[in-house]
Protein backbone atom coordinates (compact mmCIF):
# COMPACT_ATOMS: atom_id res chain seq x y z
CA UNK A 1 0.00 0.00 0.00
CA UNK A 2 1.52 3.14 -0.81
CA UNK A 3 1.15 5.17 2.25
CA UNK A 4 2.95 8.79 0.42
CA UNK A 5 1.37 12.20 0.70
CA UNK A 6 3.04 15.50 -0.82
CA UNK A 7 1.83 18.55 1.68
CA UNK A 8 3.84 22.36 0.35
CA UNK A 9 5.03 20.09 -2.36
CA UNK A 10 7.69 17.69 0.04
CA UNK A 11 6.78 14.13 -0.86
CA UNK A 12 6.60 12.32 2.33
CA UNK A 13 7.06 8.39 2.55
CA UNK A 14 4.25 8.29 4.95
CA UNK A 15 2.55 10.96 6.93
CA UNK A 16 4.33 9.88 10.34
CA UNK A 17 6.72 11.95 12.04
CA UNK A 18 8.33 12.09 15.11
CA UNK A 19 7.31 15.30 17.15
CA UNK A 20 10.02 18.16 18.28
CA UNK A 21 11.40 16.81 21.33
CA UNK A 22 12.91 14.25 22.84
CA UNK A 23 12.74 11.42 19.89
CA UNK A 24 14.54 14.06 17.55
CA UNK A 25 17.64 15.53 20.08
CA UNK A 26 20.27 14.71 17.92
CA UNK A 27 21.15 12.69 14.19
CA UNK A 28 21.45 9.60 15.73
CA UNK A 29 18.58 9.23 16.87
CA UNK A 30 16.43 10.69 13.71
CA UNK A 31 18.14 8.42 11.74
CA UNK A 32 17.32 5.49 13.90
CA UNK A 33 13.66 6.88 13.28
CA UNK A 34 14.24 6.53 9.40
CA UNK A 35 15.19 3.45 9.61
CA UNK A 36 12.39 2.12 11.81
CA UNK A 37 10.02 3.44 8.87
CA UNK A 38 8.84 6.95 10.19
CA UNK A 39 8.40 9.08 6.85
CA UNK A 40 10.28 12.36 8.52
CA UNK A 41 11.06 14.05 11.69
CA UNK A 42 10.95 17.23 13.31
CA UNK A 43 14.13 17.63 15.47
CA UNK A 44 14.41 19.44 19.04
CA UNK A 45 13.96 23.43 18.74
CA UNK A 46 17.21 24.89 18.37
CA UNK A 47 18.09 28.68 18.93
CA UNK A 48 21.54 30.84 18.01
CA UNK A 49 22.81 30.41 21.72
CA UNK A 50 22.67 27.12 23.40
CA UNK A 51 24.37 28.07 26.31
CA UNK A 52 21.28 30.35 27.32
CA UNK A 53 19.13 27.34 27.29
CA UNK A 54 20.26 25.32 31.00
CA UNK A 55 18.01 22.43 31.96
CA UNK A 56 17.28 20.78 35.23
CA UNK A 57 16.76 17.53 36.67
CA UNK A 58 14.03 15.85 37.28
CA UNK A 59 12.27 17.72 34.20
CA UNK A 60 9.31 15.04 33.67
CA UNK A 61 6.02 13.86 35.48
CA UNK A 62 3.61 11.20 34.83
CA UNK A 63 0.27 10.37 35.43
CA UNK A 64 -0.84 7.08 35.64
CA UNK A 65 -4.30 4.89 34.90
CA UNK A 66 -5.59 4.30 38.55
CA UNK A 67 -6.59 0.81 37.11
CA UNK A 68 -3.63 -0.69 35.28
CA UNK A 69 -0.87 1.93 36.00
CA UNK A 70 -0.42 2.58 31.98
CA UNK A 71 1.14 6.65 31.51
CA UNK A 72 -2.09 8.39 30.10
CA UNK A 73 -0.77 11.58 30.79
CA UNK A 74 3.13 13.05 31.00
CA UNK A 75 4.28 16.67 32.20
CA UNK A 76 7.69 18.18 31.22
CA UNK A 77 10.10 21.57 31.83
CA UNK A 78 12.19 20.67 29.68
CA UNK A 79 13.17 23.72 27.13
CA UNK A 80 14.63 23.59 23.69
CA UNK A 81 17.99 21.95 22.79
CA UNK A 82 20.62 23.17 24.53
CA UNK A 83 23.02 21.21 22.08
CA UNK A 84 25.32 24.20 19.96
CA UNK A 85 23.88 25.49 16.52
CA UNK A 86 27.74 24.45 14.63
CA UNK A 87 27.01 20.89 15.78
CA UNK A 88 23.24 21.00 14.32
CA UNK A 89 23.71 22.81 11.45
CA UNK A 90 26.61 19.70 10.50
CA UNK A 91 24.21 17.08 11.61
CA UNK A 92 21.37 18.61 9.53
CA UNK A 93 23.96 17.90 6.42
CA UNK A 94 24.35 14.73 7.90
CA UNK A 95 20.94 13.57 7.44
CA UNK A 96 20.19 15.15 4.46
CA UNK A 97 23.31 13.50 2.94
CA UNK A 98 22.35 10.02 4.32
CA UNK A 99 18.33 9.90 4.08
CA UNK A 100 17.36 12.10 0.93
CA UNK A 101 14.07 10.50 1.09
CA UNK A 102 12.87 11.24 4.44
CA UNK A 103 11.42 14.30 5.63
CA UNK A 104 13.58 16.81 7.99
CA UNK A 105 12.22 19.36 9.67
CA UNK A 106 14.01 21.97 11.48
CA UNK A 107 12.14 23.58 14.70
CA UNK A 108 13.27 27.05 15.17
CA UNK A 109 12.78 29.53 18.17
CA UNK A 110 14.90 33.03 19.18
CA UNK A 111 13.85 36.11 20.62
CA UNK A 112 11.88 38.91 19.53
CA UNK A 113 14.41 40.51 17.15
CA UNK A 114 14.10 40.33 13.24
CA UNK A 115 17.58 40.09 12.95
CA UNK A 116 18.20 36.82 15.05
CA UNK A 117 15.27 35.18 13.52
CA UNK A 118 16.41 35.71 10.13
CA UNK A 119 19.85 34.55 10.55
CA UNK A 120 18.64 31.02 12.21
CA UNK A 121 16.51 30.81 9.13
CA UNK A 122 19.55 31.43 6.69
CA UNK A 123 22.27 29.28 8.33
CA UNK A 124 19.81 26.41 9.09
CA UNK A 125 18.42 26.68 5.35
CA UNK A 126 21.90 26.17 3.82
CA UNK A 127 21.86 22.72 5.59
CA UNK A 128 19.22 21.50 2.93
CA UNK A 129 16.36 20.83 5.66
CA UNK A 130 13.09 20.46 3.65
CA UNK A 131 10.82 22.80 6.07
CA UNK A 132 10.89 24.69 9.07
CA UNK A 133 8.78 24.53 12.12
CA UNK A 134 8.26 27.85 13.88
CA UNK A 135 8.18 27.18 17.61
CA UNK A 136 5.37 29.67 18.59
CA UNK A 137 4.36 27.47 21.54
CA UNK A 138 6.87 25.90 24.12
CA UNK A 139 4.59 27.15 27.37
CA UNK A 140 7.51 27.15 29.85
CA UNK A 141 10.50 28.42 30.61
CA UNK A 142 11.66 30.07 27.07
CA UNK A 143 8.43 32.35 27.73
CA UNK A 144 10.56 33.91 30.74
CA UNK A 145 12.66 35.06 28.00
CA UNK A 146 9.23 35.98 25.45
CA UNK A 147 10.02 33.18 23.55
CA UNK A 148 7.37 30.33 22.57
CA UNK A 149 4.85 30.59 23.28
CA UNK A 150 4.84 34.36 23.96
CA UNK A 151 4.95 34.24 20.13
CA UNK A 152 1.82 32.10 20.15
CA UNK A 153 -0.59 33.70 22.29
CA UNK A 154 -0.17 37.30 21.05
CA UNK A 155 -1.37 37.19 17.26
CA UNK A 156 0.06 39.99 16.31
CA UNK A 157 3.70 38.52 17.05
CA UNK A 158 3.08 35.41 15.75
CA UNK A 159 2.45 37.40 12.15
CA UNK A 160 5.17 39.57 12.23
CA UNK A 161 7.81 36.76 13.37
CA UNK A 162 6.28 34.31 11.14
CA UNK A 163 6.58 37.32 8.13
CA UNK A 164 10.61 37.95 9.32
CA UNK A 165 11.38 34.15 8.38
CA UNK A 166 9.13 33.32 5.45
CA UNK A 167 10.80 36.68 3.56
CA UNK A 168 13.82 34.54 3.56
CA UNK A 169 13.20 31.51 3.67
CA UNK A 170 12.63 29.41 0.42
CA UNK A 171 11.14 26.35 1.60
CA UNK A 172 7.91 25.59 3.01
CA UNK A 173 7.27 27.28 7.04
CA UNK A 174 4.61 25.68 9.36
CA UNK A 175 4.36 27.62 12.37
CA UNK A 176 3.47 25.20 15.79
CA UNK A 177 0.99 26.55 18.02
CA UNK A 178 0.24 26.78 21.37
CA UNK A 179 -3.29 25.08 22.81
CA UNK A 180 -3.08 27.60 25.93
CA UNK A 181 -5.55 29.99 24.52
CA UNK A 182 -9.30 30.46 24.37
CA UNK A 183 -8.99 30.86 19.96
CA UNK A 184 -6.38 28.78 18.53
CA UNK A 185 -7.62 30.16 15.06
CA UNK A 186 -6.41 33.88 15.70
CA UNK A 187 -2.57 33.07 15.70
CA UNK A 188 -2.87 30.49 13.43
CA UNK A 189 -4.58 32.79 10.76
CA UNK A 190 -2.11 35.54 12.21
CA UNK A 191 0.65 33.04 11.27
CA UNK A 192 -0.66 32.53 7.35
CA UNK A 193 -0.91 36.02 6.93
CA UNK A 194 2.74 36.26 7.80
CA UNK A 195 3.33 33.66 4.68
CA UNK A 196 3.03 30.34 6.94
CA UNK A 197 2.45 27.23 4.81
CA UNK A 198 1.04 24.93 7.72
CA UNK A 199 0.01 25.17 10.80
CA UNK A 200 1.21 22.15 13.77
CA UNK A 201 -0.79 21.44 16.53
CA UNK A 202 -0.59 21.03 19.17
CA UNK A 203 2.12 21.92 21.84
CA UNK A 204 1.57 21.19 25.06
CA UNK A 205 -1.03 22.28 27.55
CA UNK A 206 -0.02 24.02 30.88
CA UNK A 207 -0.01 21.62 33.49
CA UNK A 208 0.41 20.49 37.60
CA UNK A 209 1.16 16.88 37.72
CA UNK A 210 0.88 17.00 40.65
CA UNK A 211 1.79 17.40 44.45
CA UNK A 212 3.78 15.05 46.66
CA UNK A 213 1.79 14.66 49.84
CA UNK A 214 4.95 13.58 52.15
CA UNK A 215 6.89 17.15 51.22
CA UNK A 216 3.71 19.18 50.33
CA UNK A 217 6.07 20.48 47.11
CA UNK A 218 4.52 20.19 44.21
CA UNK A 219 5.92 18.28 41.14
CA UNK A 220 8.40 17.63 39.37
CA UNK A 221 10.18 18.93 42.31
CA UNK A 222 13.60 20.52 41.35
CA UNK A 223 15.23 21.11 45.28
CA UNK A 224 12.17 21.63 46.95
CA UNK A 225 10.46 24.33 43.77
CA UNK A 226 8.78 23.97 41.02
CA UNK A 227 7.00 25.21 37.82
CA UNK A 228 4.51 24.42 35.98
CA UNK A 229 5.31 22.90 32.55
CA UNK A 230 3.50 21.18 29.68
CA UNK A 231 1.09 18.27 29.26
CA UNK A 232 1.28 15.96 27.03
CA UNK A 233 0.12 11.91 25.90
CA UNK A 234 -3.13 10.34 25.75
CA UNK A 235 -5.01 12.21 27.95
CA UNK A 236 -4.85 15.64 25.30
CA UNK A 237 -5.89 14.07 22.60
CA UNK A 238 -9.45 15.08 22.85
CA UNK A 239 -8.54 18.66 22.93
CA UNK A 240 -5.98 18.30 20.52
CA UNK A 241 -8.33 16.43 18.26
CA UNK A 242 -11.01 19.32 18.71
CA UNK A 243 -8.43 22.56 18.19
CA UNK A 244 -6.80 20.37 14.36
CA UNK A 245 -11.09 20.47 13.40
CA UNK A 246 -11.27 24.09 14.49
CA UNK A 247 -8.00 24.92 12.49
CA UNK A 248 -9.07 22.99 9.38
CA UNK A 249 -12.51 24.42 9.00
CA UNK A 250 -10.88 27.89 9.36
CA UNK A 251 -7.86 28.43 7.36
CA UNK A 252 -7.46 28.60 3.76
CA UNK A 253 -7.71 25.45 1.68
CA UNK A 254 -3.86 25.32 0.74
CA UNK A 255 -3.01 25.62 4.17
CA UNK A 256 -1.61 22.07 5.38
CA UNK A 257 -2.35 21.21 9.53
CA UNK A 258 0.35 18.36 11.22
CA UNK A 259 -1.80 16.96 13.84
CA UNK A 260 -0.15 16.36 17.40
CA UNK A 261 -1.27 15.49 20.70
CA UNK A 262 -1.64 12.04 22.07
CA UNK A 263 -1.06 9.89 19.79
CA UNK A 264 -0.18 6.25 20.05
CA UNK A 265 -1.97 4.26 17.59
CA UNK A 266 -2.95 4.18 13.88
CA UNK A 267 -6.30 4.71 15.09
CA UNK A 268 -5.77 7.86 16.71
CA UNK A 269 -3.52 9.19 13.66
CA UNK A 270 -6.33 8.33 11.58
CA UNK A 271 -8.48 10.05 13.88
CA UNK A 272 -6.46 13.54 13.21
CA UNK A 273 -6.41 12.81 9.73
CA UNK A 274 -10.23 12.54 9.19
CA UNK A 275 -9.82 16.03 10.58
CA UNK A 276 -8.06 17.94 8.66
CA UNK A 277 -4.26 16.70 9.30
CA UNK A 278 -2.35 15.67 6.48
CA UNK A 279 0.78 14.62 8.37
CA UNK A 280 0.98 13.29 12.32
CA UNK A 281 3.60 14.41 14.72
CA UNK A 282 4.30 11.82 18.17
CA UNK A 283 6.64 12.83 20.31
CA UNK A 284 5.44 11.39 23.90
CA UNK A 285 4.29 8.73 22.54
CA UNK A 286 7.95 7.81 21.22
CA UNK A 287 9.39 8.46 24.31
CA UNK A 288 7.16 5.47 25.92
CA UNK A 289 6.80 2.78 22.98
CA UNK A 290 10.10 3.44 21.11
CA UNK A 291 10.36 4.37 17.45
CA UNK A 292 9.53 0.47 16.30
CA UNK A 293 5.61 1.75 17.46
CA UNK A 294 5.75 3.21 13.62
CA UNK A 295 5.24 -0.70 12.61
CA UNK A 296 1.82 -0.57 13.74
CA UNK A 297 0.99 2.79 12.63
CA UNK A 298 2.00 2.13 9.13
CA UNK A 299 0.06 -1.33 9.22
CA UNK A 300 -3.05 0.00 10.58
CA UNK A 301 -3.19 3.17 7.74
CA UNK A 302 -3.15 0.43 5.20
CA UNK A 303 -5.57 -1.79 6.81
CA UNK A 304 -7.84 1.04 7.46
CA UNK A 305 -7.07 2.37 3.52
CA UNK A 306 -8.17 -1.43 2.52
CA UNK A 307 -10.79 -1.43 4.63
CA UNK A 308 -12.45 1.29 3.83
CA UNK A 309 -11.54 1.24 -0.04
CA UNK A 310 -9.40 4.71 0.24
CA UNK A 311 -6.96 4.90 -2.78
CA UNK A 312 -4.13 7.35 -1.22
CA UNK A 313 -3.41 9.11 2.04
CA UNK A 314 -4.89 12.20 0.47
CA UNK A 315 -8.65 10.97 0.28
CA UNK A 316 -8.75 10.34 3.85
CA UNK A 317 -7.58 14.02 5.02
CA UNK A 318 -10.65 16.22 6.46
CA UNK A 319 -13.54 13.20 5.35
CA UNK A 320 -15.05 13.64 8.84
CA UNK A 321 -14.79 17.19 8.84
CA UNK A 322 -18.62 18.13 7.01
CA UNK A 323 -20.25 16.46 9.99
CA UNK A 324 -19.98 18.87 12.41
CA UNK A 325 -22.57 21.42 12.75
CA UNK A 326 -24.42 23.69 15.20
CA UNK A 327 -26.51 22.96 18.75
CA UNK A 328 -29.60 24.11 17.35
CA UNK A 329 -28.91 21.91 13.74
CA UNK A 330 -28.81 18.87 16.23
CA UNK A 331 -31.53 19.32 17.56
CA UNK A 332 -33.75 19.86 14.50
CA UNK A 333 -32.13 16.77 12.91
CA UNK A 334 -33.45 14.59 16.34
CA UNK A 335 -36.78 16.27 15.91
CA UNK A 336 -37.16 15.25 12.02
CA UNK A 337 -35.88 11.84 12.42
CA UNK A 338 -38.69 11.35 15.84
CA UNK A 339 -41.08 12.61 13.19
CA UNK A 340 -40.00 10.33 10.57
CA UNK A 341 -39.84 7.28 12.65
CA UNK A 342 -43.17 8.15 14.20
CA UNK A 343 -44.67 8.42 10.33
CA UNK A 344 -42.98 5.28 9.83
CA UNK A 345 -44.98 3.36 13.19
CA UNK A 346 -48.22 5.10 12.01
CA UNK A 347 -47.79 3.31 8.76
CA UNK A 348 -46.91 -0.29 10.41
CA UNK A 349 -49.85 0.17 12.64
CA UNK A 350 -52.07 0.98 9.48
CA UNK A 351 -50.92 -1.77 7.40
CA UNK A 352 -51.03 -3.89 10.57
CA UNK A 353 -54.82 -2.97 11.13
CA UNK A 354 -55.38 -3.50 7.42
CA UNK A 355 -54.28 -7.12 7.52
CA UNK A 356 -56.18 -7.66 10.88
CA UNK A 357 -59.40 -6.31 9.22
CA UNK A 358 -59.20 -8.53 6.25
CA UNK A 359 -57.91 -11.73 7.78
CA UNK A 360 -61.00 -11.28 10.21
CA UNK A 361 -63.03 -10.38 6.61
CA UNK A 362 -61.86 -13.72 5.52
CA UNK A 363 -62.80 -16.07 8.80
CA UNK A 364 -66.18 -14.26 8.82
CA UNK A 365 -67.32 -14.62 5.16
CA UNK A 366 -67.98 -18.03 5.39
C1 LIG B 1 9.84 16.09 26.92
C2 LIG B 1 9.24 16.91 25.83
C3 LIG B 1 10.00 17.85 25.17
C4 LIG B 1 9.43 18.64 24.15
N1 LIG B 1 10.21 19.54 23.48
C5 LIG B 1 9.69 20.24 22.44
C6 LIG B 1 10.51 21.11 21.66
O1 LIG B 1 11.70 21.25 21.88
N2 LIG B 1 9.90 21.82 20.66
C7 LIG B 1 8.56 21.69 20.36
O2 LIG B 1 8.08 22.33 19.44
N3 LIG B 1 7.79 20.85 21.08
C8 LIG B 1 8.32 20.12 22.09
N4 LIG B 1 7.52 19.25 22.79
C9 LIG B 1 6.07 19.15 22.45
C10 LIG B 1 5.78 17.98 21.51
O3 LIG B 1 6.45 18.12 20.28
C11 LIG B 1 4.26 17.85 21.26
O4 LIG B 1 3.79 19.03 20.63
C12 LIG B 1 3.45 17.63 22.52
O5 LIG B 1 4.16 16.86 23.46
C13 LIG B 1 2.11 16.89 22.24
O6 LIG B 1 2.31 15.69 21.51
P1 LIG B 1 2.52 14.24 22.20
O7 LIG B 1 1.32 13.95 23.06
O8 LIG B 1 2.65 13.29 21.03
O9 LIG B 1 3.77 14.32 22.99
C14 LIG B 1 8.07 18.45 23.81
C15 LIG B 1 7.30 17.50 24.48
C16 LIG B 1 7.87 16.72 25.48
C17 LIG B 1 7.02 15.69 26.16
Redesign the pocket.
Known amino acids: MDLSITVNGIRFPNPFLL????PGTNARVIAKSYDAGWGGA?A??ISLESSKVVNVVP??GKLRSRSNGEVIG???I????DRPIEVWLEEFRQIKKDYPNNVLIA?I?EEYDKGRWQELTRVVQDTGVDAF?L?F??PHGMTERKMGSEMGEHPDLAEEVTGWVTEVAKIPVWA?MTPNITNIKEPAAAAVRGGAHGI?A???ILSVIGVNLDTLRPMPTVEGYSVPG?Y???A??PI?LRMVSQLALSLPKETSISG?????TAHDAIEFMLLGASTV???????LKGVKMVDELREGLAKFMADKGFNSVQEIVGKSLPYFSTHMDLVSRMKEAKRHKAGEASRDNEWAQKDITEKTAELTSD
Open positions: GSGPVKTRYFENELISSMENSCKSINTGSSQVKAIGGIEQICTGVM
